[in-house]
């Protein structure tokens, strides 16, 4: 997604700015500029498409421009090609060329987002004699600032208000206003914004590692508000132009979390995380011997009560519903809908106040979930945000919050964030359980002893990581991998197939093993790599059997399963083994060689794994 930035302050604002967008990189971007102001009426604009190292060499890495008041974006196409002339900072002026140089325009602006109704909102601009330059939503809505701005002779904050009231879409705005030189006004709605405050300096952002280097300070402006942001202080209005207060927070990270140490990539650092991860989620919920749900506000009447659980999320985190699905009916004996979030938004599913929706999501702020979010609690439905980031939007409105801690995830194809959110989920289907009586005791403190195990089992199998880069070494120029499995396997092999192909662009697909039969099966040719999970003994067999009649049509089989069968080396052709564990959380570990596999097969290939193509760490538009 688009990444933005803001400075106003003492400082050069320039060379801040680019040190925030280098932070945001991982959000996928295909263009980037900014725009500087030193008090006077123009605006510096300077915008690059490609890496950032475009536009700093364009600025000597910001030197150039000067001024102590600036904004600045990673622009991530979505109305208009990847361009310089589509490329933010877009302003209310008309602009030969590219948009850059100095420009005499009263309104600047970034935005990260979707305005939906820009072509009506295009329309009307048009016939009050504005002019366009580029193909985006974002040039029509700083455009439509400027006309209320003009029109009623009002203030930034009433011009923005007004305009809010009439797009429709998701944005997060910072713009900067020709008669107000060191001031950036900005609003929000859906897209995230934090702002955050040091003396005598005030810093935007989409995300925090952008403004860690500088404040802790933060708030997190809410949807529908406005901020007037200048040196070291923020007032926030609502839509109605009124001041309203916000708290600030103090973000608890430290800056080396969000840098690689020592790693060659942030994923391979994640994926290294992950005991930690794992280990400080499960002590934020385990309390002298017992699963403690108090600070999420899940009552055990509440638990009792419930009748349906749907698990709401996108991608990683959808898996992880797949996952938590066969646990949480095994264990709680509660029935499980798993439902993608862009199709869970627009459908009809009865709801009720007996069911649980749980949203699960790393950033918090994927469009598709908290849309979803917003639906079910429309329909009356109890919600529980799963989420990663604190403070984000689908943990400040859902009804419940779970908070993982896995710290920040910087890699766009999740690991420790996942890992995180399987055991949260694993000890809410123990709990569950035992609240509503379907475990005993003995088998409470059995699954408590077996899921305490599990960070150093994941750090065991981190130990033996050379088979697995030697195998992703051979398996690099593959055309198709498919993962299989049964049951829980299934779950494992979805998440799999995601890492693999989101960072080696190598085609994967997961498929239920008993299902390839049905159709997929005629894909199997000499030599396709053929993955299966076995990590369910009352399912081995029959996954490999099935993974038998692919070999039959030529396939290369790679089993993963756990210590002791050995059994599986007469029919595949390389075995990755992972330590024993209960059944039923044995995804955990099972995901940790996957993980390593899709990393290694994507390094073999000269790819770019921390900012695959195409991705965005979160994806805020629909
Ligand atoms: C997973 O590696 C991907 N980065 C992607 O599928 C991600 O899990 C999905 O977009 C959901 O993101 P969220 O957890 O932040 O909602």
Redesign the pocket.
């Known amino acids: 997604m688009c990444g933005i930035v803001g400075y106003t302050g003492k400082d050069q604002a320039a060379p801040i700015l680019l040190d925030g967008l280098q932070k945001l990189e991982y959000r996928g971007y295909d263009s980037a500029g900014l725009a500087v102001r030193d008090g006077k009426a123009l605006a510096e604009v300077v915008k690059a498409t490609g890496k950032l190292y475009h536009l700093a060499d364009k600025t000597d890495q910001g030197r150039a421009l000067k001024g102590n008041c600036g904004i600045g974006h990673t622009r991530w196409a979505t109305h208009g090609d990847p361009s310089t002339v589509n490329a933010h900072p877009h302003v209310s002026g008309n602009c030969t060329g590219s948009g850059s140089g100095k420009v005499e325009s009263d309104v600047a602006g970034v935005h990260n987002g979707i305005i939906e109704n820009f072509a009506e909102l295009k329309e009307k601009l048009l016939r009050h004699g504005y002019a366009f330059y580029s193909d985006t939503d974002t040039e029509v809505v700083v455009k439509l600032v400027d006309y209320y701005y003009k029109k009623y002779k009002i203030g930034p904050v009433d011009a923005i208000t007004r305009t809010m009231v009439r797009v429709r879409g998701s944005y997060a705005l910072a713009l900067m206003f020709k008669d107000y030189p060191d001031e950036i006004f900005a609003a929000r709605k859906d897209s995230p914004l934090i702002i955050g405050t040091a003396e005598d300096a005030s810093f935007l952002a989409s995300d925090v590692p952008a403004i860690l280097k500088y404040t802790r300070s933060v708030y997190y402006i809410d949807n529908l508000q406005v901020a007037r942001v200048s040196p070291g202080q923020v007032k926030f209005y609502d839509l109605n132009g009124d001041e309203v207060t916000l708290n600030q927070t103090e973000i608890t990270w430290d800056a080396a979390a969000a840098e690689k140490g020592g790693f060659e990539h942030f994923m391979l650092k994640e994926i290294h995380e992950q005991p930690a991860a794992v280990r400080d989620t499960l002590n934020s919920l385990v309390k002298n011997g017992k699963i403690d749900l108090a600070e999420t506000g899940l009552t055990d009447d509440m638990i009792r009560s419930l009748t349906q659980i749907d698990i709401v ?7 992880v519903g797949m996952a938590a699905q066969y646990v949480i009916e095994e264990l709680a004996q509660l029935p499980v809908r798993v439902e993608l ?1 862009s199709e869970f938004r627009y459908r009809n599913l009865p709801l009720s106040e007996s069911t649980l929706v749980i949203v ?7 469009a598709d ?1 908290l849309a979803a979010l917003r639906v079910a609690r429309e329909r009356g439905a109890k919600t529980l945000a799963v ?3 604190i403070g984000s939007t ?1 943990a400040r409105e859902a009804d419940h919050v779970l908070y993982t801690l896995a710290g920040p995830e910087i ?5 420790k ?2 890992s995180a ?1 399987l055991i949260a989920m694993d000890l809410l289907a123990v709990q569950m359980a035992f609240v509503r009586g379907t475990v005993s005791a003995d088998a409470y403190a059995h699954d408590l002893e077996e899921l305490s195990l599990i960070p150093e089992k994941i750090r065991r199998i981190l130990e033996d990581k050379e088979r697995l880069q030697w195998f992703a070494s051979k398996i690099a120029n593959a055309h198709d991998i498919f993962f299989i499995g049964r049951g829980l396997d299934y779950a494992i092999s979805l998440e799999g197939s ?2 693999m192909k ?1 960072i080696s662009y190598i085609h994967s697909e997961a498929y239920a093993a008993g299902e390839l039969k049905h159709g997929t099966i005629s894909l199997i040719e000499n030599n396709t790599l053929v993955i299966g999970v076995l990590t369910q003994s009352r399912l081995y067999e029959k996954t490999v059997s099935n993974m038998m009649e692919c070999k039959s049509r030529g396939a290369y089989l790679m089993g993963l399963t756990t210590n002791g069968n050995f059994s599986v080396e007469d029919s595949v052709n390389f075995t990755v083994y992972i330590p024993k564990t209960d059944e039923h959380f044995v995804a955990s570990l099972a995901v940790v060689p996957l993980q390593l596999l899709g990393y290694y097969t994507s390094v073999s290939r000269g790819l770019d794994v921390d900012k695959p193509r195409n ?5 805020t538009v629909e």
């Open positions: 999320a996108c991608g990683s985190a959808w898996h979030a699960i999501s790393q950033s918090g702020e994927t979930s989420v990663n980031v689908i890699a766009v194809a999740t690991t964030a996942y959110q995601l890492k989101e991705l965005a760490k979160s994806v």
